[in-house]
C-alpha cells in the first residue's frame, strides 16, 4: 500500500474537516503517498495541507462528459493502490468504480454505494458525533483492513511558517492601521450562501458587547460578494476599533491572515473551519436542524477553544438564527473570551 487517493471535492469548510483523518493516515503509515482529488477553488487549501503530497483538480462541470473522463483518464495513470471517498455520491461512485482502484472505501450510502467494494455504514444523517470523527472513522477502517496500527494526531492540523504570519501580521497592521499589542478579533457575518446567519444587528450587539469588556480590533472579514454586508455591519456598530478586511491575494493569503486572529466568530462557514484546523478560539453560530447542529459541525480546535450558540431545538425556529439571544449569549463570551486570552 504506497499510493493512496483521497476524495473531499465539495466545499471549503467540508474539505478542511478531512484534515483530521489526513493526519491520521499521514502519522500512521508515513510511506504512504496520499493524493486529494479537491476541486479548483479549495487546491490552495489543499497546497497548504501538509499531509496532501500531490492535487489532482476535479471537475468543475461533474455533468460534462469530456471533463469526467479527463479526470478519469489522469487518476488512471497514477496507478492508486486504494480509493478513500470522504464524500459519496453518484460522480464519485462512477468515477473511482471506473478508474479500476482495487480498494475502494467509501460511506454506505445510497444504492450507487455497491461501486465500492468496502463500505462503512456510519448514519451521518444522525448526527450523533462531529463530521471530522466520521471522517477519521473511515480512516481506522482503512487502517484497520490493512493491518496499520493507528496513531492518534492532535491539533492544530494546520501549521502555517511563523515567521510567514508575524509577517503577514505586520502587514495587516500597516494595511488596516491595527495596534500588534492589542488583541484581533475577526467577525465573519457573510455565509457564502451555505449557512444561515445572525442578522446584522445581532452582530452589532454582539460586537458592542464585547467592546464593552475588552479593548481590542474588530477586524470584520469578507468573502466574495460580502463586502457590502461588512461595511453595513460598520456602520452599524461606529466604533473606532472597527476595520474591514475585503481585500486578499487569494485563498492562501486569506489563510495567513485568519492565522493572525487572536479569536474568531461567525456563523457555520469555511472561514471558521480553517480557524479551526489553525487551533485558533472560535465562537460559532448554527441552525438547530439536526443535519446543521454545532455536535456535528464543530471545527477542529481543541475542543476547550470553541463554543457554540444555536435556536431552540424547535422545528419552527429550526433555521431562525435570527431568535438567538445575544444577551444571553454574551453571558457565556465574555468568560470564554477572557480564558483564552488571560
Known sequence: MQNLLVIRNDKIGDFILIFPALALLKQSAPQIKITALVPNYTAPLAELCPYIDEIIIADKNKKNSSEFHRTLSQIKQKRFDAVISFVSNWYNAKLTWQSGIKYRLAPATKLFQYLYNHRLTQRRSRSEKAEFQYNMDLVYQFLQDHQITAIEPQPPYLNLDKTAVQ????????????????????VHSGTGGSANSLSLNQYAELINGILAEFDCHIVLTAGPNESEKAHQLAEIVNNKNIVIYDKNNGLQDFTYSLACANLFIAGSTGPLHICGALNIPTVGFYPSRLSAIPRRWRPINQADRHIAFCPPFRKEVEKNLTVISIQDCLVEIIPFIKQQWQ
Do not use: A, E
Request: without cysteine.
Open 167 to 186: 509577517n503577514q501580521r505586520i502587514l495587516l497592521s500597516q494595511q488596516l492601521n491595527l495596534v500588534p499589542n492589542k488583541k484581533w478579533l475577526f
